[in-house]
Structure formats: C-alpha cells, structure tokens
C-alpha cells in the first residue's frame, strides 16, 4: 500500500514539474496610457503616476532648441507637472516629492554653440521649481541615490551634491569624457571612454580610490544597479557570415567578478533583412527585450537562470523606442505617423520563477491529470 501512495506522490510531481516546465508564457495585453504625443524622450514610474518630458512642436519657443513641458500621468488622465516651459530637459530623476533634471543654462540663449547645463528641483505637488546647480559642462548624467545626487560632467569630473544643491563634493577628476553614471549607497559607478571602441568602467565608494570594473570595452552604455547588481550592456560590431553585424552583451559586476548574462545579435548595418533587436530592460532575473525582426515587435521576456524566452506580446501599430517598469507594470514608450505612444503592460514575473497563475494553472492540471491517470491504471 505505502508503495502506491509513493507512486501516486511520483505522478503528481512529475506531471506538475512537467506541465510547468512545458507551459507557455501567457500573453499580455497592454492598456494605452496616451496616444498622439508629442515627442518623449524620458520618463519615470513614481508611485501610481509617470512623469515625461514632452515637447510639443506647437509651443512658442523663444530658442533654437526644444522647449518642454514636463508631464504627469495617473491612470489614463495627462496633465502638466510644469507650469513652465524647459529648455532641452534630460536626465529626469525623483526623490519624495520632487523631481531632478538637467536643462540647457541660460548663457545657452541665443547661442548656436554652448556647453553648459543647470540642474532643476521641481516639486511634483505644483510645478515650483529652482535651480540648484548651475553651469556643469554638457552632456552630464545624473543618478539619485541615499538622498544624493551624482553628477558627472563631459570634462571628466564626478560630484556628490546635496539635494538641495548647497554641498558639493568632487568625487573624481579625469581626462576623459564620462559616458554614463550610476550610483547605489555611497557607491558611485561610470563609464570613460579613453578613445574611440576603448572604454571602462569604474566605480568609488566614499572617498576610496577609485577601481577599475571592466576596461578595453568596445561600445558600453545603459549602466545601472537592479538588487544590488551592476549592469550594463556592450556593443560590438564584427564580421559574421560574410557580411557586418552588431552584436549586444548584457553583463554584470557582483561580488567582484564580471559575467556575460546574454548575448544577441541587435542588428546588421548591411542588411535589414538581419535580426534586429530593440530596447530592453532589466528586471532581477528577468530581460524584457523587444525583437524587431518582423513587421510587428515582439516583446521577449528572457529568464536569465535557465536562458528561457517567451513571447509575451507583439505591438502592431508603432515602433518602440524604450521601456520603463515599476514592480506591477512595463511602460512602453513608442511612435508612429501620429505621434509618440505610451502603453502600459502587467507583470506577470512577481516570484523568482513562475508566475502564481502559471503555477496554480499547473497544479489544477496536473491534478486533473492524476484523477485521469488513476482511473486509467488503478492505483
């Protein structure tokens, strides 16, 4: 008797570990957020509302440059977050109850040619804003973290700057132009490019000396910190089946040791006809990555710990530009002939493996599986 509980116990495992090995990824369906907007080239997931940068081509522009307003989402109303017009805005970050960006300075106006830029605190309640800093050298980045800022500037230096702007440290001071920045605690990480397909990645905790990540990378960018794991991905273009592709490396730095986590061909300059492959982001163990290789784009999600991928969604009607997520939902920020689009998707990846309703989908049928099975053999 004991060897026919043990038996039926062996069924139900192996039908469940079956069934969920083999059972496909549902698809999702997104729920559009705005259509016809202007053009977006940001935007952050704040609690239960989505703050961008929209420039409308219609404003009364006093400069040659883009003049934005800085827009707010909850649920499927848009509104402006800004009651003033932003020459340029990048960089938009949040902490509380405000919002932290970059625009051109005002030295800028009427210029044709300046590299300067002002760092904006601008409250989410009503739209006030101030400058904290102003005239940093161009092509800055600025990541929030610990109630700070850090800042890098295009001549080579990193600073930590209070979020009211009034303390400023310099953290660093190099020859070369930094790429892009990303700090978690009182760490602080980046990318320099020492020369053209020669760049590397370092990162300083307080005032320690500064230490070399990764170095002799050909094309890295998107540098950040999800579970307190550095990420990155590196471009590299080479020769493949008689023609030029380009390749994409998705990889990270923890407990001291750099690992490729994946790696996909992103597109051939030579021939459309080539794999193509669009934005993607990061989310713990998770990739969503946006294929491009049809008509439609496909949105891949990728299970990092057994290479998995899925199919999650195909988006018919725009071409995407970039992703966005908080911890329920994946925002998808596209265009089309009428504009830009903003389209929001649920998680479906809130456990480390499977999602609660794959796995309760298992159970049920692997159970109905076991009452067929045991009528079929009598145990």
Request: charged fraction near 20%; proline fraction near 3%; glycine fraction near 6%.
């Amino acid at each position: 008797m004991s060897g026919l509980k043990m038996n039926k116990k062996r069924t139900v495992f192996f039908i469940l570990s079956f069934m969920i090995s083999t059972y496909s990824f549902p698809t999702i369906y997104g729920e559009m957020i705005g259509e016809d907007l202007g053009r977006i080239n940001d935007l952050i997931v704040s609690n239960s509302a989505i703050y961008f940068f929209e420039y409308q081509p219609n404003n009364d522009s006093s400069t040659w440059n883009y003049d934005t307003y800085i827009m707010k989402s909850e649920g499927k109303d848009i509104n402006q977050a800004s009651k003033s017009l932003f020459i340029y805005p990048t960089e938009l970050n949040d902490f509380e109850n405000d919002l932290y960006f970059a625009t051109l300075s005002d030295q800028c106006l009427g210029i044709t040619i300046c590299d300067y830029q002002d760092i904006i605190k601008m409250s989410k309640t009503d739209g006030s804003f101030e400058k904290i800093v102003m005239d940093l050298k161009s092509a800055i980045h600025i990541s929030l973290n610990d109630k700070k800022l850090f800042v890098s500037e295009s001549n080579g230096k990193i600073w930590e700057i209070s979020l009211d702007g009034h303390e400023k440290k310099l953290l660093y001071s190099g020859n070369n132009i930094i790429m892009d920045i990303t700090a978690h605690g009182n760490s602080a990480y980046w990318i320099e490019e020492i020369e053209d397909q020669n760049n590397r990645i370092l990162g300083i905790t307080n005032e320690e000396e500064p230490r070399i990540i990764d170095a002799n990378l050909k094309i890295p960018y998107d540098l950040r910190v999800e579970d307190g794991i550095l990420h990155w991905n590196e471009i590299s273009i080479m020769p493949t089946r008689g023609t030029i592709a380009e390749f994409t490396e998705l990889k990270t730095f923890f407990n001291n040791s750099v690992e490729t986590k994946s790696e996909f061909e992103n597109t051939s300059p030579l021939s459309k006809d080539r794999v193509s492959y669009g934005p993607y982001r990061v989310y713990g163990d998770f990739l969503f990555l946006v294929n491009n290789t049809q008509n439609n784009s496909i949105i891949h999600l990728l299970n990092f710990s057994n290479n998995t991928k899925y199919n999650i969604s195909t988006v018919t009607d725009y071409d995407i530009k970039f992703l966005r997520n908080d911890m329920s939902n994946l925002y998808v920020v596209g265009v089309n002939d009428s504009g830009f689009i903003i389209e929001k998707f649920p998680l479906l990846v809130n456990v480390p493996e499977f999602p609660m309703v794959m796995i309760f989908s298992a159970i049920i049928m692997g159970l109905s599986l076991t009452v067929v099975s045991r009528k079929f053999f009598h145990y």
